[in-house]
């Protein structure tokens, strides 16, 4: 049987948990995720966990936050003045995800940090930076392989 291996595109179902195991993401319900290993579509560790599962194989991996997404950095925190937003037609509220529109390329989402009557914080890290993660995994089907 084969084994999953850097290049190969698979399908896997997985459960993503936090250091305190609540699950912020699932897939088992729902069509499994298809990606190519070694492809950077998804995070660094869960990639190199399928290496060497075979179709059918599960396992549960822990990845630090560097194999997750990545530390929190707060050159990612930026202050904004509340009147820049006025154009966007929104009233912040933290904890809020908002899509920031860029000069020279898409929208980013950003987090809502704070609000006060002139500013507002907003942070552009994933949701999940600076998280220990924990990852169910099972290796549903290696869909072609590497040449």
């Known amino acids: 049987m084969p084994q999953a291996k ?8 997985y459960r993503g948990k936090l250091h305190d195991g609540s ?3 699932a897939t088992f319900d729902r069509e499994p995720l298809q990606f190519t290993i070694g492809g950077g579509q998804i995070i ?6 399928v290496v060497g599962m ?6 549960t991996t822990e990845l630090p936050v560097e194999k ?3 530390p929190h950095r707060e050159d990612l925190v930026v202050v904004v ?9 929104l009233e912040p509220k933290v904890g809020e995800l ?6 020279d390329g898409p929208p980013v989402d950003a987090t809502v940090a704070e609000v006060t009557e002139s500013e507002v914080t907003v942070d552009f890290n994933h949701p999940l930076a ?18």
């Open 6 to 13: 850097h290049g190969d595109t698979v399908k896997v179902h």
């Open 54 to 59: 075979n179709p059918g194989d599960s396992k």
């Open 23 to 25: 699950v912020f993401d």
């Open 44 to 49: 660094q560790g869960l990639e190199e966990a």
């Open 130 to 147: 600076g998280e220990d993660l924990s990852f169910d995994i099972k290796l549903v089907d290696i869909v072609y392989g590497a040449h």
């Open 68 to 70: 997750g997404f990545g």
């Open 98 to 103: 908002v899509s920031i529109p860029q000069s």
């Open 81 to 89: 003045a509340k009147s820049k937003l006025a154009d966007l037609d």
